[in-house]
């Protein structure tokens, strides 16, 4: 059993809660984070399943300190990072005539900013130790547009670019750095557009998923969380070491067409 840690930013929902399980069944010191309000107690309900030690931060991604002041806490209280795994996300959807400019920038700020921000506080105590593994959830969007996504898709194809970049000036450290990028995954996340689609375009919800979310997937179904967790726990295993500046599709055949 491993005595690593893992800081997962957004894990106490959809993806990043699955990628904490799998972690947690690893015996990964885990650092929960996420702004929903039973946030604390379902980091405690993972931990306490698997006997890890742990602790809950609700740091908001918008706030580059808050974000500083988490990769201090998690050192502070386990002596290091080991994995990185940055999760956490938020979409909307609209044509670019009309896009948000709020919606704009917190995309570009939760998505992407909040990468960087992250990967920089906790660089200096991956190179001390010489090891790190940091691993982006990006998207099939950091590979493909679709219309009506674009701050998500220029966010996603941004945190594919920072990741090649980290993976180079990691090369000599020891510190990999890979993204991965699903396809659509059932989460609430996606729940949310299946119910805009719902609304907007007067589609049953058997229409909005077939015929317009998992229309680009060649299978035909959502992408399960534990293919993605899995990966996670393999990029950050020592088996992975040579493996660095990857943009891993998870997308049921999305990227063959
Ligand atoms: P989700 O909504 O279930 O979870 C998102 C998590 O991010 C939540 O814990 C939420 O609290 C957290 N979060 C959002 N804004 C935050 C902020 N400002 N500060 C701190 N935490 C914040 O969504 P999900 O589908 O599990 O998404 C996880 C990641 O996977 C995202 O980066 C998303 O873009 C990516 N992704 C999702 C899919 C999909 O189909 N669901 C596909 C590809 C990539």
Same mark, same amino acid.
């Given at each position: 059993?491993?005595?690593? +840690?893992?800081?997962?930013?957004?894990?106490?929902?959809?993806?990043?809660?699955?990628?904490?399980?799998?972690?947690? #069944?690893?015996?990964?010191?885990?650092?929960?984070?996420?702004?929903?309000?039973?946030?604390?107690?379902?980091?405690?309900?993972?931990? #306490?399943?698997?006997?890890?030690?742990?602790?809950?931060?609700?740091?908001?991604?918008?706030? =580059?300190?808050?974000?500083?002041?988490?990769?201090?806490?998690?050192?502070?209280?386990?002596?290091?990072?080991?994995?990185?795994?940055?999760?956490?996300?938020?979409? @909307?959807?609209? =044509?670019?005539?009309?896009? =948000? #400019?709020?919606?704009? *920038?917190?995309?570009?700020?939760?998505?992407? *900013?909040?990468?960087?921000?992250?990967?920089?506080?906790?660089?200096?105590?991956?190179?001390?130790?010489?090891?790190?593994?940091?691993?982006?959830?990006?998207?099939?969007?950091?590979?493909?547009?679709?219309?009506?996504?674009?701050?998500?898709?220029?966010?996603? @194809?941004?945190?594919?670019?920072? +990741?090649?970049?980290?993976?180079? #000036?990691?090369?000599?450290?020891?510190? +990999?750095?890979?993204?991965?990028?699903?396809?659509?995954?059932? +989460?609430?996340?996606?729940?949310?557009?299946?119910?805009?689609?719902?609304?907007?375009?007067?589609?049953?919800?058997?229409?909005?998923?077939?015929?317009?979310?998992?229309?680009?997937?060649?299978?035909?179904?959502?992408? =399960?969380?534990?293919?993605?967790?899995?990966?996670?726990?393999?990029? /950050?295993?020592?088996?992975?070491?040579?493996?660095?500046?990857? /943009?891993?599709?998870?997308?049921?055949?999305?990227? /063959?067409?």
């Amino acid at each position: 059993m491993s005595r690593k +840690t893992a800081l997962i930013t957004g894990s106490v929902s959809g993806i990043g809660l699955g990628i904490a399980e799998a972690f947690a #069944e690893k015996g990964y010191n885990i650092v929960f984070n996420g702004l929903e309000k039973d946030g604390a107690s379902i980091a405690a309900r993972v931990a #306490e399943r698997y006997q890890v030690n742990h602790f809950f931060s609700d740091a908001n991604m918008l706030e =580059p300190e808050s974000l500083r002041g988490l990769v201090r806490q998690c050192v502070d209280c386990f002596g290091g990072i080991d994995v990185l795994i940055n999760n956490a996300g938020i979409q @909307h959807v609209s =044509p670019v005539e009309s896009f =948000p #400019e709020d919606k704009w *920038n917190a995309i570009i700020n939760i998505n992407l *900013n909040a990468v960087f921000h992250l990967t920089k506080a906790a660089w200096p105590y991956m190179k001390e130790r010489r090891f790190g593994r940091i691993i982006n959830i990006a998207s099939a969007h950091g590979l493909f547009a679709s219309e009506y996504k674009s701050a998500y898709v220029a966010a996603k @194809h941004g945190v594919v670019g920072f +990741t090649k970049t980290v993976a180079l #000036e990691g090369a000599g450290l020891n510190i +990999t750095c890979n993204a991965i990028c699903p396809g659509y995954v059932k +989460t609430a996340l996606v729940e949310k557009q299946i119910a805009d689609l719902v609304e907007s375009r007067q589609l049953s919800e058997k229409e909005a998923i077939d015929d317009v979310l998992l229309k680009k997937q060649a299978v035909k179904e959502f992408v =399960p969380v534990k293919l993605i967790a899995d990966m996670a726990l393999f990029l /950050a295993s020592d088996n992975a070491a040579a493996i660095t500046g990857i /943009a891993l599709p998870i997308d049921g055949g999305w990227s /063959a067409q």
